[in-house]
Antibody
């Protein structure tokens, strides 16, 4: 069955970077994309970026694109999201999800369990 | 970017009642590239509807999506206790970055 397993929670200081992993299994990795969404405490969903399983094309939210990089390792079917220059308002649960398109961002049908990133001095 | 506005912010209904949730886009969403998600406390979102009206695998037929252009609706025909949650719409029109609505909380009355 399709699974997306995310890395454990992180606590970081302001100005640091964090890299979250999303290990996938149960499907053909190249045929789908991975989308990244975050949710601040008590808030709604915010799209961060997407990467295509085929050729690794990327798209980013305008607000995030200067500080976010999404990558994949097709040999281990794992996706990564790195967020740099962390601020306190980056404190959130970060989700990876399988995007139905490997060519452009679309909808997401399977989600990881979420990774809590806390930014605090 | 396309801004999605969901209404109402909170909807209080009883089991067995019908729920109608609205999602309005700031501009027309091409090819009905709109999805709906359900999120329960402490859980990741789960896909309900894509393409504005196509139910995802395993979603009961009491959930239905409709609409086009800028106006979309999620209807739950007869509320079950497990349906009380937060619902988000999301557009994936290729002309805009992906955006989500702010969510509608469906509470038990």
């Amino acid at each position: 069955q399709v699974k997306l397993e995310q890395s454990d929670s992180e606590v970081k200081e302001p100005g640091a970077s964090v890299k979250i992993s999303c290990k996938t299994s149960g499907y053909v990795f190249d045929s789908y994309g991975i989308t990244w969404v975050r949710q601040a405490p008590g808030q709604g969903l915010e799209w961060m970026g997407w990467i295509g399983g085929y050729k690794g094309k990327t798209k980013y939210a305008p607000k995030a694109q200067d500080r976010v990089t999404v990558t994949t390792d097709t040999s281990t079917t794992t996706a990564y999201m790195e967020l740099r220059n962390l601020r306190s308002d980056d404190t959130a649960i970060y989700y990876c999800a399988r995007d139905m398109s490997g060519f452009t961002s679309s909808w997401a049908d399977y989600w990881g369990q979420g990774t809590l990133v806390t930014v605090s001095s | 970017e396309i801004v999605l506005t969901q209404s109402p912010g909170t909807l209080s209904l009883s089991p067995g009642e019908r729920a109608t949730l609205s999602c309005r886009a700031s501009q027309s969403v091409s090819a009905n590239y709109l999805a709906w998600y359900q999120q329960k406390p402490g859980q990741a979102p789960s896909l309900l509807i894509f393409g504005a009206s196509t139910r995802a695998t395993g979603i009961p037929d009491r959930f239905s999506g409709s609409g086009s252009g800028p106006d979309f609706t999620l209807t739950i025909s007869r509320l079950e206790p497990e349906d009380f949650a937060v619902y988000y719409c999301q557009q994936y029109d290729g002309s805009s970055p992906i955006t989500f609505g702010q969510g509608t909380r469906l509470d038990i009355k």
